[in-house]
Structures are given as C-alpha cells and as structure tokens.
C-alpha cells in the first residue's frame, strides 16, 4: 500500500512524473500499481527512432488503461530538466496533489536532475525506484525496452533543501542582469522592481535594507560576493549562485553567455 506524502491539506490526486528513456514497463506499472490519477512524461529533445517507439507503446498502454497524461519536451540538459519538473511539482502540489517521481524510468542525467528537484520541495512529493522483473539482453524491435515487467517499487527517503526565497531569487536575477552591478545601482533596481521601498526614508535606510535583507545573507549562503569596498564595490554571482537562478529557468542574456 503507498500512502500519500505528508504536509498536503487535501489530496486531490496522486500524480506521477516520469523522465522517458528506453524504458515502457518501468514506466507505466509502477504508475497503475501506485494507483496513479494522471502521468506527466518528460521526453528527451532529438529522441532516436527506438525512443519514440517506447514513447510510442507508453501511450498506448496509457489509452488502453485510460489513464490521463501529458507531454513536457526537453533537452537532454540538467538545468533544463530540474526546472521542468520542478515547474511539474509546484504546479500540481499548489492544486494539493500527490507527487510521486519516477527515479528509474530514464537515463542518468535525467535521474539526478529529477532527484535532485523532488528535493526543493519539503514535502507533497515522493521520489521512487521501480525494479524490473528481468533486463531484456536482445531487445524486442516492436517493444523495445530495457527491462520488461515490475518486481517491486522502493519510495526513496525525502529530504530537503532550502532555496532563496522569490525576492532573493529577483535579487539574484537582477545582480546577473545588471551591467553594472554596485550597490547603488542594484538599489536603484530594487527600488524600482519594489523589492525596497526607501521613499520618505533618510538616505542611509535604502543601503542599510539592501545590506542586511539581500547582500549580507546571500553572501552568507555563498550565492553572491562582493568584489573590492567603497563606492567600487561589486556585487556578482558566484557558481552557486548562477546554478541556483538556471533551476528556476533563468537564461543568461545573449552579452552574458
């Protein structure tokens, strides 16, 4: 029996999300044994002709159990698929769904990317390994999978990683974007995209709100560093930083890549 995550008020529905390899089996009986409502697929960009006809017999065997699912297109890149499915999980836990995440359906990259977003969220999803009952050595043309059938499904334990909040997560975009990133410019900025309100205030208040709600705990989180002192201080991103905006969608302006 699967129970439903924890920290949801009322579950609508158990969802599944699955990464598409060359799997078909691993991917559509742990979602019927689990009981799944609805699946969301996540295909490789450029998939080979043996990809698209495991996508193909999963659609069918979807429609023959008339099971709902979509379709989310991606490139075979890390950050692009950590923030699909992560788009996935938020959308569907803020409609109070159960998010079950299939860690066995594709490739490599697409495992950890997908682990790796389960765990941004502190709770509403659950990551999961199906095991097959055999691994297929000479792959059938017509059903060509990997390995055929489900022996058992082990629910991963979940643990969880605290992001920037949505007004460090601006703050950090308007650092990267900036052309001139120094504290009086970056001000200014969030000023104007009402991140700090220091009109009526005295002079010093602008710098003091910008020092201890964004430069200071970013820093401290190593997303940002601040180069040099004084009026030629600059404040830029540092990997982590620019790692943490790419899982959010972010792409760095043409100039910047």
């Known amino acids: 029996m699967f129970n439903a995550p924890s920290g949801t008020m009322q579950i609508q529905e158990r969802v599944h999300v699955a990464p598409i390899g060359f799997e078909i089996d691993r991917v559509v009986l742990p979602f019927l044994a689990m009981k799944g409502e609805r699946l969301h697929l996540i295909l490789r960009n450029g998939r080979n002709a043996r990809g698209n006809r495991c996508v193909s017999e999963i659609r069918k065997d979807l429609e023959a159990n008339k099971k709902s699912y979509e379709i989310h297109q991606v490139d075979l890149d890390l950050f692009q698929i950590i923030y699909t499915c992560r788009k996935i999980i938020d959308d569907e836990l803020k409609k ?40 297929i050595e000479k792959v059938n043309p017509m059903r060509p999978q990997a390995s055929a059938g489900l022996s058992r499904i082990e629910l991963m334990p979940h643990y969880s990683i605290t992001l920037p ?24 900025e969030c000023e104007r995209a009402g991140l700090i309100a220091s009109t009526g205030k005295s002079k010093p208040y602008g710098h003091v709100v910008l020092e201890n709600r964004f430069i200071k705990p970013l820093a401290d989180k190593g997303l940002i560093t601040v180069e040099d002192r004084g009026r030629r201080s600059r404040v830029r991103l540092t990997e982590n930083g620019k790692n943490t905006l790419h899982i959010t969608g972010w792409v760095p302006p043409v100039n910047q890549r």
């Open 165 to 188: 909040d949505d007004s460090e997560m601006l703050f950090l975009r308007i650092v990267a974007e900036s052309k001139l990133p120094s504290k009086k410019v970056l001000l200014e």
């Open 96 to 135: 109070c769904n159960a998010v079950f995440v299939n860690m066995s359906s594709g490739g490599s990259i697409q495992a950890v990317a997908c682990h790796f977003a389960t765990i941004t969220f502190k709770s509403g999803v659950s990551a999961f390994y199906a095991y097959p009952e055999t691994y």
